[in-house]
């Protein structure tokens, strides 16, 4: 079946620090890629998305490349700030499925000191 | 403003009693999910709906039921058969067509059974 794991947290940075959440999936065919974030008491927001091979998504100096050879789709930022501080999820549909019917990773919790 | 509205944000109820979570969206979307958040374990969806009248059920459903009488509505009831009904509960929607999928959430409801 399809699944994502994501690198296990809690991750904790000073700010300004680099930022990398490493997501990996398992699926047929070519799926699209997500990340969302959310913030402490809040639903989800997307936060940047690939669609196929190669595409780079990128958001609010966050990027993501959806790496086909490696199954990947790793999330970075070069100076992170404690506004930062959220709970990171990554996802994928997979192709051929039922409308956005996503998988969700366990998401990373971080944490950004001043 | 667009966007989807849960309600209540917590909620409190006795074991063995049948409570319903409210999810309303103004964005005109023609699906609508339902998933549940436990600590470390991402989202599992429970049901989703394409359009009015009709739903299927996700990964978990067992112990939950919905309906879509409505298109702006598809409210939630965790039934006494659910054996760990407290958790975070998250109702999400998206345009039908959108070939990026992207979920919208809403600020979700926090259940409590005890």
């Known amino acids: 079946g399809n699944s994502v794991t994501q690198m296990e947290g809690p991750v904790t940075l000073s700010e300004e620090a680099f930022l990398t959440i490493n997501c990996t999936y398992t699926a047929t065919g070519y799926p699209s890629l997500f990340w969302y974030v959310q913030y402490p008491g809040e639903g989800l927001q997307l936060l940047l998305k690939a669609t196929k091979a190669d595409d780079k998504g990128s958001n609010k100096g966050f990027e993501a490349t959806y790496r086909k050879e490696t199954t990947s789709f790793h999330l970075e930022k070069g100076s992170v700030q404690v506004s930062d501080s959220a709970v990171y999820f990554c996802a994928l549909k997979a192709s051929g499925t039922s409308y956005g019917k996503l998988t969700f990773g366990q998401g990373t919790i971080l944490t950004v000191h001043p | 403003d667009g966007g989807i509205t849960q309600s209540p944000k917590y909620l409190f109820r006795k074991e063995g009693q049948n409570v319903t979570l409210s999810c309303e969206q103004n964005?005109?979307?023609?699906?609508m999910y339902w998933y549940r958040q436990d600590p470390g374990q991402g989202l599992r969806l429970i049901y989703y709906s394409q359009i009015v009248n009709d739903f299927q059920k996700g990964d978990i459903a067992e112990g939950y039921s919905v309906s879509r009488e409505k298109k702006e509505s598809f409210p939630l009831t965790v039934t006494s058969a659910q054996k760990n009904p407290t958790a975070f509960y998250l109702c999400?929607?998206?345009?039908?067509?959108?070939?990026?999928?992207?979920?919208?959430f809403g600020p979700g409801t926090r259940l409590t059974v005890t």
């Open positions: 999400a929607s998206s345009i039908r067509e959108d070939r990026s999928y992207e979920q919208y």
């Open positions: 964005l005109n979307h023609d699906a």
